[in-house]
């Protein structure tokens, strides 16, 4: 099956600093969805992206759709303790009419330290 | 607007014991699924559904069964729990209109002593 690869796994990082992480598969995906799980809570959509080189900004979120529609990168800037989560990527696999399943990446926990 | 509602919230079986998970959702979404999230693994597909009547398996099917007999509901059945099935569930829901977008429940947290 498909397979994607989120790093980094886990974040410790300082309130106001800035974050990245990213996503890679190994074969195209045509939608790449960035979510976000507080505890206790399923995930909730943070960002869409369906076109490959697309930006798209949600507040301090912005994440990108790779030009070789194989990667997905989020950035999070000056971030805030409410920040605090598991972020996943998901890839819709590029396919013909009827496709719906999507891959999930493992997830990257976040942690800010006041 | 309720989404996509789950219950129960927290569930503590014996080995051996079935149980069913309910999902239900408002939307209308015609695909609803099931994952399962076990740490360090990320959320894995269990059943998935693109419409009443029609079910298909994901990636990690066996021990479960699934149904939809109507757009709103599709539970999730435990037909003799394990351990290796304590985890936590969430079912999702999803337009084929809605751009691949995705919308989950709160989850059901599952203990099989």
């Known amino acids: 099956g498909q397979q994607l690869n989120q790093s980094p796994q886990s974040m410790f990082i300082q309130e106001g600093e800035d974050v990245s992480m990213n996503c890679t598969s190994s074969s195209i995906f045509n939608t790449w969805l960035w979510y976000k799980q507080d505890p206790g809570e399923g995930p909730v959509l943070l960002i869409a992206l369906y076109k490959a080189g697309e930006l798209t900004s949600n507040g301090r979120l912005t994440a990108q759709f790779g030009i070789t529609r194989k990667d997905s990168f989020l950035n999070i800037s000056a971030s805030i303790p409410s920040d605090v989560g598991i972020y996943f990527c998901a890839g819709q696999p590029y396919s013909g009419a009827g496709s719906y399943q999507l891959t999930f990446g493992k997830g990257t926990k976040l942690s800010v330290i006041p | 607007n309720a989404g996509v509602t789950q219950t129960p919230k927290f569930q503590v079986l014996k080995t051996g014991q079935s149980m069913t998970l309910q999902c239900a959702q408002d939307m209308n979404h015609e695909y609803m699924s099931w994952y399962r999230q076990d740490p360090g693994m990320g959320l894995r597909l269990i059943h998935y559904?693109?419409?009443?009547?029609?079910?298909d398996q994901g990636e990690v099917p066996n021990g479960y069964n699934v149904s939809r007999s109507t757009t709103e509901d599709f539970p999730l059945r435990l037909l003799s729990a394990a351990p290796s099935q304590t985890s936590v569930y969430f079912c999702?829901?999803?337009?084929?209109?809605?751009?691949?977008?995705?919308?989950f429940g709160a989850g059901t947290r599952l203990s099989v002593l």
């Open positions: 559904s693109v419409g009443a009547g029609i079910t």
């Open positions: 999702a829901s999803r337009d084929r209109v809605a751009k691949n977008i995705q919308y």
